[in-house]
């Protein structure tokens, strides 16, 4: 897979590059405009990370451009602004996703995943973590083949949590995607429902899957705490 | 009638003036009248008296005393025409003097006779005669006499005139006072009813500037000019925060990949993980911030209506209790949803479920274990009203002056570790105003707290209005 990023915060393009690297990805870094363009027209890249505002040429001119050209690579844009007039502009310019500064890496890396894969959509109907089995269809919980009831809002965040199972997902993720953006800042709500969460998945077991990871967020894993 | 305003005082000034004028102007003609009528009597009787002097008495002793008598009653029939007139001599018997006047105003015989004789002519006043004594070279008094009724009719017709005439002038100048006043302080009315309506969100309105070239239109401007600059203020106060939150974001984004590409590493040992999550932690809450920052400047900058919807609150409201239902149970906190008719509103949904929210999650926030939070959605009048009342700690009188303030907090220990930054209220206050909507807190300082929001139905009047503005 051959990611570029376009971003003129020279530290924030190497970071990220670093961070894609170490996922065994194939990054390529452009610090502006003009050069990004020579870059994402000259090679086929699987996913362009772009930055809106941009020396010499900017963001959404480029999108244009990559659009005309009938590029498939997908587009992550990449901002510090939200306004939502923005986001629909830089949709209609052909923008896959978009993702707001600052971000949580485990995010970035998330939206990447779920670029990369498009387009065929992976929906696998059951959702395995060791013996935690989710049913997508019927919406079922089975922990070592006991059935386990959960609230709808309880269900969401499960299977969302399971869905990146191994990432450490952080609270505005999870915000965003199980409740909405108007929920934003109140990250306390994330952990009243993971602790109930855990009540049901986790202690009548032995084997804990759900973890907290202190200033990032939470991961439901197989995997034995570090 | 406001008896302070200003147009009641000029008019009252006025009318008082114009009234106090007119009183001295009448006195000062009636007396004038009334002098003017005695004095041309008094010299018509001296002519007369003269007259008899001159062609009777100074031939008195040829014709003697008989004619001069007949005379009299011939050339001047005093009886007839109700005057009065006497010749006495110097020694004070009576040569002639005529008889009780046709009409009975007076009776001659009472009037006395004028011992010693006077040298020059002399004026008095007896009954209703005003009579003018004239001696005479041949030593004797000629007295002529007339009633001043005539003198006093007119003058009573004169005042009658005055007292009609006072408060018609009065009525006439309240009247004109009221409109000369009413069209030189309208231009006021409007300055004041645009100065009102001139809040932070629309100071890019100017109030109306009549050209009269007078001092209101100077005022009007010299407002305006204080208003730009207010604008200019805000502006860059508002500038400095979109920025200053905008450039953050580079920064933060940079220190939290770091953070967590350091965070990544496995062998790390548990206390440098435990610094490294706490780092992570103040990043979270940095770009929490930064997050509410912008949207508060957003809100600021009058973000666009596009997204604006009609919905029922009354739904809004019970969805978002219900998704926060966990949050307040986990407290042990009961909370109550009153909803039951829908009630309209137009705005933008997702801004709005963050005024719902931010509200709740404050009740649920500062209400101990086993306390209570009511919601209350109701259609009151034209308009829609949302009401968060909680048996929480409540806040101090002092404190509510503040609570939509940036960065305010009652208690600065206890908020802190609730871990918000004292802007959610501040975000609600706002997208309020962007909505047109008034929010406002209630709170006896101890038991509990009220937060009540009101908006614009659609359909109302108001919210048309709203529309079109």
Redesign the interface.
């Known amino acids: 897979m051959r990611l570029l990023i376009i971003e003129d ?1 020279r ?2 393009a190497d ?2 590059a ?2 894609l690297r ?1 996922e065994r990805f194939a990054v390529d870094v452009a610090y502006d405009g003009p050069s990004g363009w020579d870059l994402a027209a000259s090679t086929d890249y699987d996913l362009i990370i772009l930055d809106l505002m941009l020396p010499g040429l900017n963001g959404t001119e480029l999108l244009r451009r990559l659009q005309r050209k009938g590029s498939s690579a997908a587009v992550l844009v990449l901002t ?6 923005d986001k629909v502009e830089n949709f209609e310019a052909g923008a896959d996703d978009y993702l707001t ?6 995010e970035l890396l998330v939206r990447v995943k779920a670029l990369l894969r498009r387009p065929p959509a992976s929906r696998t109907p059951v959702l395995r973590v060791a013996d935690l089995e989710i049913d997508r269809l019927t919406q079922q919980v089975l922990r070592g083949g006991k059935r386990i009831e959960l609230t709808a ?1 309880e269900y969401a965040l499960l299977e969302y949590l399971a869905a990146h199972a191994g990432r450490v997902l ?3 993720m999870i915000i965003e995607h199980v ?11 994330v952990d ?2 993971v ?2 969460l855990r009540e049901k998945v986790d202690e009548p077991f032995p084997h804990k899957l759900l973890r907290t ?4 967020g939470y991961c439901l894993t197989d995997e034995a705490e ?1 | 009638m406001n008896t302070r305003s200003i147009r009641f005082r000029l008019i009252a000034w006025y009318a008082g003036l114009l009234a106090g004028v007119f009183v001295l102007l009448a006195g000062l003609m009636v007396w004038g009248l009334k002098h003017f009528l005695e004095t041309d009597l008094r010299e018509t009787q001296a002519r007369r008296a003269r007259q008899i002097a001159g062609t009777l008495l100074a031939n008195i002793k040829r014709t003697g005393e008989e004619f001069v008598v007949r005379e009299i009653n011939v050339l001047y029939a005093p009886e007839t025409n109700g005057r009065f007139i006497r010749i006495t001599r110097t020694d004070g018997s009576i040569l002639y003097a005529s008889g009780p006047p046709k009409d009975g105003s007076f009776d001659p015989l009472l009037v006395p006779v004028l011992q010693p004789v006077p040298a020059a002519p002399v004026f008095r006043k007896d009954q209703q005669l005003l009579i003018t004594a004239v001696p005479t070279s041949e030593r004797y008094i000629v007295e002529v006499g007339a009633t001043i009724t005539g003198v006093e009719m007119l003058v009573h017709q004169a005042l009658v005139l005055v007292v009609i005439g006072l408060p018609i002038v009065v009525l006439v100048g309240l009247g004109g006072g009221y409109l000369l006043v009413g069209r030189a302080l309208a231009p006021v009315g409007r300055i004041t009813r645009k100065a009102e309506q001139i809040t932070q969100h629309n100071l890019s309105e100017r109030l109306p500037v009549a050209c009269t070239a007078d001092e209101l239109e100077q005022l009007a401007l010299a407002l305006n000019h204080m208003i730009g600059r207010l604008e200019d203020a805000f502006l860059n106060s508002k500038r400095f925060v979109a920025d200053a939150s905008h450039e953050l974001r580079t920064p933060l984004t940079v220190l939290r990949a770091e953070l967590e590409s350091i965070a990544a590493d496995k062998a790390l040992t548990a206390d440098l993980r435990e610094s490294l999550g706490s780092m992570l932690e103040e990043v979270e809450r940095l770009a929490t911030i930064v997050q509410q920052l912008f949207a508060l400047s957003r809100l600021d900058a009058g973000e666009a209506r596009a997204e604006w919807t009609q919905f029922d609150l009354a739904e809004l409201v019970t969805t978002t209790a219900d998704q926060m239902g966990l949050l307040a149970e986990d407290k042990g906190i009961s909370v109550v949803c009153e909803a039951p008719q829908p009630v309209t509103v137009a705005g933008d949904r997702a801004r709005l479920k963050q005024v719902v929210v931010n509200l709740l999650d404050n009740a649920i926030k500062y209400t101990p274990a086993k306390g209570a939070v009511r919601l209350r959605v109701a259609a009151v009048k034209d308009s829609a009203v949302l009401e968060v009342a909680d048996t929480g700690i409540g806040i101090p009188a002092e404190a509510q002056l503040h609570v939509f303030e940036r960065f305010f907090r009652v208690d600065q220990a206890r908020s802190r570790d609730e871990g918000g930054a004292g802007l959610g209220l501040s975000i609600v206050k706002s997208i309020c105003a962007a909505h047109g909507a008034e929010v406002v807190v209630e709170s006896n300082g101890s038991s509990g707290s009220r937060f009540c929001v009101t908006l614009p139905l659609v359909g109302s009047k108001r919210n048309n209005h709203d529309e079109k503005s």
């Open positions: 915060e530290k924030v970071v990220v670093r961070g170490a510090a602004r939200d306004a939502t007039n500064k600052p971000f949580a890496f485990a809002k952080s609270r505005t409740w909405d953006q108007s929920f934003e800042g109140l990250t306390n709500i009243v429902y602790r109930h990871v202190r200033g990032t570090p």
